[in-house]
Each structure stands twice: as C-alpha cells, then as structure tokens.
C-alpha cells in the first residue's frame, strides 16, 4: 500500500493564482482531512470528509474549497492564492470519522506564495 | 487562550537522559488523546494513544490526568534518533476533529 499520497511536493504561487493540491489514499478510509502546519501554530484543520460526497468545514476554511467523487480522492482547491497561503499542506487519511482512530499523514506539499 | 498548549522547547538532553513533556488542554469535554512524533520536514506520525489508566511502550511512557486536564509524555534512556517534534493532540466532538499542539521540540545530544 502507497498509503496516503500528495503532490505536488513543492509549489510557488503568484498572488490571485489558482491550483489544485491532490490527496490520494489506498487504504480505503471513509475519514479524510486537509491540514495546514505553520511556525508556532501547529496543525490546524481547513476541510474534512466523513465519506464520497459529504465534506465540511474545519477551522481555517476561507480560500479553500474540496470535493469528495471517491473514497481514494481528496483534492484542495486555491481559488485565489494569498501570500497568507504559504504554509505546509498535509492531508490525512482515518479509518472513520471515530477520534479513537490513527491518523495516516500524506508527505505534505510546500506552498509558497509570492 | 490555545485549546491544547504545549512548551514548544527545545528540550536539549544527553544521550540515556529521561525527559517528560506536559500539555494542556481546555476543553473539559476531550475524548481522545494522542502523542504524534513529527521528524523535521516530514508528516506526522502516531507515537502512542492516551488512556486515562496511562499507558507504556518500550522507553515511552504517557499519563492523562482529567481532573487537571494535562497529558504528559516521559522518554526514559533517550537515543539520539529520540529527536523530532513531538505533538499533543486531543480529539472532542462527534465529527472527528482533532486539536493539535504546536509541538515539543527534542534534541538528543551524544
């Protein structure tokens, strides 16, 4: 198993760009979240989705906006980058939507926003 | 005030030193707790669940107090390979959410 994959690894953005960060999970995991890390803040959550079809809103939501199609797939979108962006993007992947369950982490994507 | 606060460090230790990280939360209500092992520049991982009996695996011990509404984690004989972050996190609610810490940074010194 790939576990939970993400790409790009790296991104720089221009101010007003658009892009979509891609999120995949082989595990078959109904729980699937975006997080964001920055210096001193630790992780905070921007959408999540309790299954295909159903997501909501985290903590940091504005600027962002995610679809569920699939169980594997979890994209999220910039609609309009700002240099507040810049950040560590991580997407995590849990068996259920239970906060007894382990969390499995994507290998983050490096945004930076100019 | 931070929902889970942690001493964000660093922690500088020798090697085969024990050190104990606290954490707080404020949410009376929390369910869940967890310590996640971050090395430097990689994705977080599971170290260990929180059980309010406290729990022990190899060299890692971690103790949930309620009634004080802490979390700590002790590292008994640290190793070099000991140092990375590591991150509180608390888990309340019905949607899954968890709350992450800033982080404990750890560097083991030979």
């Known amino acids: 198993n790939a576990g939970v994959t993400q790409t790009p690894k790296f991104q720089v953005l221009k101010t007003g760009q658009s892009m979509t960060l891609q999120c995949a999970q082989d595990m078959n995991h109904e729980y699937m979240s975006w997080y964001r890390q920055d210096p001193g803040m630790g992780l905070r959550l921007i959408h999540y989705?309790?299954?295909?079809?159903?997501?909501d809103q985290g903590e940091v939501p504005n600027g962002y906006n995610v679809s569920r199609s699939t169980t594997e797939d979890f994209p999220l979108r910039l609609l309009s980058a700002a240099p507040s962006q810049t950040s560590v993007y991580f997407c995590?992947?849990?068996?259920?939507?239970?906060?007894?369950?382990?969390?499995?982490f994507g290998p983050g994507t490096r945004l930076t926003v100019l | 005030r931070k929902e889970v606060e942690q001493d964000p460090g660093p922690f500088n230790v020798p090697e085969g030193a024990t050190v104990a990280f606290n954490c707080t939360y404020s949410?009376?209500?929390?369910?869940?707790f967890f310590w996640y092992r971050q090395d430097c520049r990689k994705e977080p991982k599971l170290l260990m669940s929180?059980?309010?009996s406290g729990n022990e695996d190899g060299r890692f011990t971690a103790q949930l107090n309620r009634a004080s509404q802490y979390i700590s984690l002790l590292i008994r004989d640290s190793k070099l390979s000991d140092s990375a972050t590591y991150l509180c996190?608390?888990?309340?609610?019905?949607?899954?959410?968890?709350?992450f810490g800033q982080g404990t940074t750890l560097q083991v010194k030979p």
């Open positions: 996190v608390v888990g309340s609610g019905n949607t899954g959410k968890l709350i």
């Open positions: 949410n009376s209500a929390s369910q869940s």
């Open positions: 989705s309790v299954g295909a079809g159903i997501t």
């Open positions: 995590a992947s849990a068996q259920s939507r239970s906060l007894y369950n382990e969390q499995f």
């Open positions: 929180v059980y309010s």
